[in-house]
């Protein structure tokens, strides 16, 4: 199973290692979009799903915490998990993060094994990144 991932930084070199670091944790990847702010974020999501959301907190426009806020309001958007990756490491500051909806939090810098346990974690896959075994429970049924 591959997901479908958004990065979102103000910064084109922090997008491209945070794609290289998620691509070399063995997290499977079927389409990895990417984002300058949380405006930009927010266009990409008003036409294009995706399974989880990559977000630096501090960015020109909309920031990480309003974009985190937008999607909230939203009744679709609200479920997707939004993983806020940052320089920013008080407790203070990532508990804010979380009390307004964040499902994870990753401190710069940080390794690929880190961030595929992380992703894993806020998808809610096992550790090959599947939702389990799939079972079949089709005995006595017509389909």
């Not at 984002?35 to 020109?60: F, R, Y």
Request: with cysteine; proline share 3%.
């Amino acid at each position: 199973m591959s997901f479908n991932v958004l990065i979102v930084d103000d910064s084109a070199a922090m997008r491209s290692v945070i794609k290289k670091i998620v691509a070399l944790s063995g997290f499977k990847m079927d389409r990895c979009l990417e984002a300058g702010n949380g405006k930009e974020a927010l266009e990409i999501l008003s036409h294009t799903w995706v399974d989880v959301i990559l977000s630096d907190l501090n960015m020109p426009e909309m920031g990480g915490m309003e974009m985190l806020a937008e999607l909230k309001r939203d009744k679709m958007l609200k479920e997707i998990p939004v993983i806020i990756v940052t320089t920013e490491g008080s407790e203070d500051r990532k508990h804010m993060v979380c009390t307004m909806g964040a499902s994870g939090f990753i401190r710069k810098p940080f390794l690929p094994e880190e961030v595929r346990k992380i992703l894993y974690q806020v998808l809610g896959v096992n550790d090959e990144g599947s939702y389990g075994e799939e079972q079949s429970d089709n005995a006595g049924s017509d389909f």
